[in-house]
């Protein structure tokens, strides 16, 4: 898998390094308007390399595949990743993060989850993918409708954050829904 590069009309998606682990680090931008638990603060290059052993220690496991969202231009605006890859269900879940607000609502996002969604559904032979965000994060709710997610339910304040409760979401893409896209 480290190997692999799924191109986009954009963006194409690849194999992080420790050094884009570190940029991802220190471009990030919090957007507290549309919020994730967890974020990253103060992402020092002790914090970057630790997660890029992470990234290789999880691929090593066959649990996650993290891979880097890169511009055709080669810079490193994100990640995306199939997580908690259940070999017995075919199952799992996504997430995403765009460093850099500049970034945000282009549609990269977007094209990322779709190449990583098909890659997931058709190469590995996932058969559901699910995915979760806070009620307050809107452009996470538009995107992963966008890309087929079906909302599957609420659990009602689950999760504590900011001093306040939220409501987390669920959505689900089962493998027959992604073939009639």
């Not at 908690?84 to 075919?90: E, F, Q, S, W, Y």
Request: net charge negative.
């Amino acid at each position: 898998m480290p190997n692999v590069k799924l191109q986009g009309d954009q963006i194409y998606l690849a194999a992080l390094e420790r050094g884009d682990c570190a940029k991802i680090y220190e471009d990030n931008e919090y957007d507290f308007a549309n919020p994730v638990e967890p974020f990253l603060f103060g992402g020092s290059l002790e914090n970057a390399n630790a997660w890029y052993e992470e990234i290789q220690q999880l691929l090593r496991d066959n649990v996650n595949i993290r891979l880097g969202i890169f511009l055709n231009d080669g810079t490193v605006i994100g990640d995306v990743a199939l997580q908690g890859i259940n070999d017995k269900h075919r199952s799992c879940s996504v997430g995403i993060g765009i460093s850099q607000e500049k970034y945000r609502s282009k549609g990269y996002g977007t094209e990322a989850l779709r190449l990583i969604l098909n890659y997931g559904f058709n190469h590995i032979g996932l058969e559901r993918i699910t995915a979760e965000t806070l009620e307050i994060n809107l452009p996470a709710q538009k995107a992963l409708e966008k890309a087929g997610f079906t909302p599957e339910g609420r659990m009602r304040k689950a999760v504590y954050f900011r001093g306040k409760r939220y409501d987390e979401l669920c959505y689900g893409l089962l493998a027959g829904e992604w073939e009639l896209q």
